[in-house]
C-alpha cells in the first residue's frame, strides 16, 4: 500500500508524526510518501497545493492529513474541498464512540454511532453567486450521489447493528425528498432497517438519545454540523478521527484544525491523529491491527496518561509513545 503523508500545519506538524510512528510500529509493508501541502507551502510558494501535489495524492492508495491553517486570502480556495472533489471521495464518516476513561460534556458513555454524511454535493455545491444585495448557493442532491451514500451506510450498518437513520428537511426542501427517496429505497432492497428523522429534531435526538443511533446517514451540511455536535459526546477535539472514502482513494485524518492557539506547545492530543491510522487499518482489512491501535488507545487513556485537553499533563510524544508501548507489549 502506498500512503500519502500530509502534515499540513500548525499541530498537524506535531500529531501526524505520532501517528506515523505508531503505524510503524506495526511493521506493515506500507510505504510512504510525504506530500506538503497548506499555509506553509502558500507563504512559501503562493499555493497551498499544487497540479502535482494532486496527481501525487491520486498515484497514492490512500491519504493521512493532519490539518491545514486557511490563508488569509479572499481567493482562497479550500484545500480539502478541492481534494475531495479532485479524488471523488463522497462518504465522510465519523464513528462516535466513547474512548476509556473519560467523558464528554452530555456526560453520556452509552453511545456508539457513526455519522455517514454525503461529501461531494448539498450546499457545497461550490455553485453560487454573490451580486451586491442578494447570493444565492445552489443546494445540489442527484440521484447518483444519493444513492452511492445510501449504498455506503447501508453496508456499513450491515457489518454493525443493521439500523440506518436518515436525516433530512424534506418538509421544506424539494432536494431532501430525493434524498429520503433514495435512502428508503436503498435500504429497503438491502434488507436493512431504517427511519428518518428531521434534522432540527435529531439534533436533539442525538445529544439527548444517543444509545438509539447505529448508522445516520445524511446531507454535507447536516452531517458536518451533527458530526460537530456529537464530539460533546466524546470529551475532546482532540479524540476524534475521520474518514473521506471514495472507489479508489480514501483519505483519513483528525476532525481537528491546525489550533494555532497551541501549536509549538508540545501539547496537542495525538489520539484522533492515531485513531485516524485505526480507520485506515480498517479500511485496508487490516482489522486486527486496527483493533490493536484502539484497544492500545483505550488501554493508555484508562490509564491516565493524557494531555492537558484533557485534565492531564502528558506531552503529544509521551501520549504516543505510550500508546506504541501498549501495542509491543501485546
Ligand atoms: P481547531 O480544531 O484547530 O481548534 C479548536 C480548539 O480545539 C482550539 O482551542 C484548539 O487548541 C483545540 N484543539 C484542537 N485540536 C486539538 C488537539 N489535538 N489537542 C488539544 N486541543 C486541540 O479549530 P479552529 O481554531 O477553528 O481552526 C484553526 C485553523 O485550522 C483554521 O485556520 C482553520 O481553517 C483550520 N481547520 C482545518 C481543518 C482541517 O484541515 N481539516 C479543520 C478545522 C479547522
Ligand atoms: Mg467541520
Redesign the pocket.
Known amino acids: 500500500m502506498k500512503l500519502a503523508v500530509v502534515e499540513?500545519?500548525?499541530?498537524?506538524k506535531?500529531?501526524i508524526p505520532e501517528a506515523v510512528k505508531v503505524l510503524d510500529a506495526l511493521s506493515l509493508p506500507i510505504e510512504k510518501v510525504p506530500v506538503e501541502i497548506?499555509?506553509g507551502k502558500w507563504k512559501k510558494t503562493g499555493y497551498a497545493i499544487t497540479d502535482e501535489d494532486i496527481e501525487t495524492l491520486k498515484n497514492c492508495d490512500c491519504i493521512l492529513?493532519?490539518?491545514?491553517?486557511?490563508?488569509p486570502d479572499p481567493e482562497y480556495k479550500s484545500?480539502?474541498l478541492t481534494i475531495r472533489k479532485e479524488l471523488d471521495m463522497y462518504a465522510n464518516i465519523r464513528p462516535v464512540k466513547p474512548l476509556a476513561g473519560i467523558t464528554g460534556v452530555t456526560g453520556k458513555s452509552d453511545f456508539n454511532y457513526v455519522i455517514v454524511r454525503e461529501n461531494t454535493e448539498g450546499l457545497y455545491s461550490g455553485i453560487e453567486e454573490i451580486h451586491d444585495d442578494v447570493a444565492y448557493t445552489t443546494r445540489v442532491v442527484s440521484r447518483k450521489g444519493s444513492k452511492r451514500i445510501a449504498e455506503y451506510a447501508c453496508k456499513l450498518a450491515k457489518m454493525r447493528n443493521n439500523n440506518v437513520t436518515i436525516v433530512h428537511k424534506s418538509n421544506v426542501m424539494k432536494s431532501d425528498k430525493l434524498f429520503l427517496d433514495v435512502c428508503q429505497q436503498t435500504a429497503e432492497s438491502g434488507d436493512v432497517n431504517y427511519s428518518d428523522t428531521l434534522v432540527d429534531a435529531m439534533a436533539y435526538y442525538l445529544i439527548t438519545y444517543p444509545e438509539k443511533y447505529d448508522v445516520v446517514v445524511t446531507t454535507n451540511l447536516f452531517g458536518d454540523i451533527l458530526s460537530d455536535m456529537s464530539a460533546a459526546h466524546i470529551g475532546?477535539?482532540?479524540?476524534m478521527p475521520s474518514a473521506n472514502i471514495g472507489e479508489e482513494h480514501a483519505f483519513f485524518?483528525?476532525?481537528?484544525?491546525?489550533?494555532?492557539?497551541?501549536?509549538g506547545e508540545k501539547?496537542?492530543?495525538?489520539?484522533?491523529?492515531i485513531l485516524s491510522i485505526k480507520m485506515l487499518l480498517q479500511w485496508y482489512g487490516y482489522n486486527n491491527e486496527a483493533s490493536l491501535v484502539e484497544r492500545s488507545v483505550n488501554y493508555t487513556l484508562n490509564k491516565g496518561i493524557k494531555?492537558?485537553?484533557?485534565g492531564g499533563e502528558y506531552t503529544?510524544e509521551e501520549l504516543g509513545q505510550a500508546v506504541i508501548d501498549s501495542i509491543n507489549s501485546q
Not at 65 to 71: M, Q, R
Not at 253 to 263: L, M, N, Q, R
Open positions: 499540513g500545519d500548525g499541530i498537524g506535531e500529531v497548506g499555509y492529513f493532519g490539518a491545514v491553517t486557511t490563508p484545500v480539502l475532546s477535539m482532540g479524540l485524518e483528525p476532525v481537528h484544525g491546525s489550533a494555532p492557539d497551541i501549536a501539547i496537542a492530543n495525538p489520539v484522533a491523529a494531555t492537558p485537553d484533557l503529544t
